[in-house]
C-alpha cells in the first residue's frame, strides 16, 4: 500500500519566495498532520484537519504560513514569504482516528537563503 | 502541562548489547497514549508502537520490548541484542485529552557500533 506521498523531497529557495509543500495521505485516513523538526525545536505539530477541516493550527508560527486541504486526498502548506529561519524539515503525517498511529511521510527538506 | 522527557540525549553501545531508552510523560488526563517512533539516518519516521493508559502489560515484539509504567509515569523502550541497523534516533510521545495533538520527546540517538 502506498504510504504518505510529500513533495517535492528537497526545496532551497530564496529568501522572499513563496513555498509550497504538498502532500497525500494514505487513502482512507481521515486526520492529516503538518510537522516542523528543527535541531532547535524537535518536532512540533504545525496544524492539523479531520475530514479536510482545520482543527487546530496553533502551532503554526506566523500568518506567513498557511495549510490548506481542497480534497480528502491533498494538502498544501505554504510560505509566504519565506525566511532563513524556516529552513527544517517539513513533514506531513495521516491516521484513521485521533488516537491512532500517525504514518508519516519522508518529508521535505526545505533551505532558505 | 503535558511533556514528554527523554533524558539520554546520545546513546553509544556495541552491537549485542542490550540498551535501554527511557522515556518519562507528565500529564494530567486519566486517558491518554503513548508511542514510540524512529528515525534512521534516512530521515523517516517509522511507527513502533501505540499504548493506551488502561493497558500496563509489557509488549515484546522480537528483539523489542517496552515496559509501561503509571506509577513512575514512565514508557521505557529495550533493545535486545542490539544490531548496526538499530542506529537511529528514537522518538517517544504522547497523546491526551482530545486533541489529535501528539507531544513528541527531543528524541534519543543510538549509535550501535559493530
Known amino acids: 500500500d502506498a504510504g504518505v506521498i510529500q513533495s517535492p523531497r528537497h526545496e532551497v529557495t530564496e529568501m522572499g519566495q513563496e513555498v509550497t509543500l504538498r502532500c497525500k495521505p494514505i487513502s482512507g485516513h481521515d486526520y492529516l498532520f503538518w510537522y516542523r523538526q528543527t535541531m532547535m525545536r524537535g518536532l512540533e505539530l504545525l496544524i492539523y484537519?479531520?475530514?479536510?477541516?482545520?482543527?487546530?493550527d496553533s502551532g503554526m508560527p506566523e500568518d506567513r504560513f498557511s495549510a490548506k486541504m481542497p480534497n480528502a486526498s491533498f494538502s498544501t502548506l505554504k510560505i509566504q514569504p519565506s525566511e532563513p529561519r524556516d529552513s527544517a524539515v517539513y513533514f506531513c503525517?495521516?491516521?484513521?482516528?485521533?488516537?491512532?498511529?500517525?504514518?508519516f511521510g519522508d518529508g521535505t527538506r526545505l533551505s532558505i537563503l | 502541562a503535558q511533556k514528554v522527557t527523554q533524558a539520554q540525549t546520545e546513546i553509544s553501545v556495541v552491537e549485542k548489547e542490550d540498551v535501554t531508552l527511557d522515556c518519562v510523560y507528565e500529564?494530567?488526563?486519566?486517558?491518554?497514549?503513548l508511542f514510540w517512533y524512529k528515525q534512521p539516518p534516512s530521515g523517516e519516521l517509522v511507527f513502533l508502537i501505540r499504548?493506551?493508559?488502561?493497558?500496563?502489560q509489557n509488549e515484546i515484539s522480537g528483539r523489542y520490548s517496552w515496559n509501561f509504567q503509571k506509577s513512575t509515569s514512565s514508557f521505557n523502550f529495550t533493545i535486545t541484542a542490539s544490531q548496526v541497523v538499530d542506529s537511529a534516533v528514537y522518538f517517544c510521545a504522547l497523546k491526551s485529552g482530545n486533541t489529535g495533538k501528539l507531544i513528541f520527546g527531543q528524541g534519543t540517538t543510538l549509535q550501535v557500533k559493530p
Open positions: 503525517a495521516s491516521s484513521t482516528g485521533a488516537n491512532q498511529p500517525q504514518h
Open positions: 484537519f479531520n475530514n479536510n477541516v482545520p482543527i487546530d
Open positions: 499504548r493506551n493508559s488502561f493497558d500496563e
Open positions: 500529564t494530567r488526563d486519566t486517558t491518554y497514549y
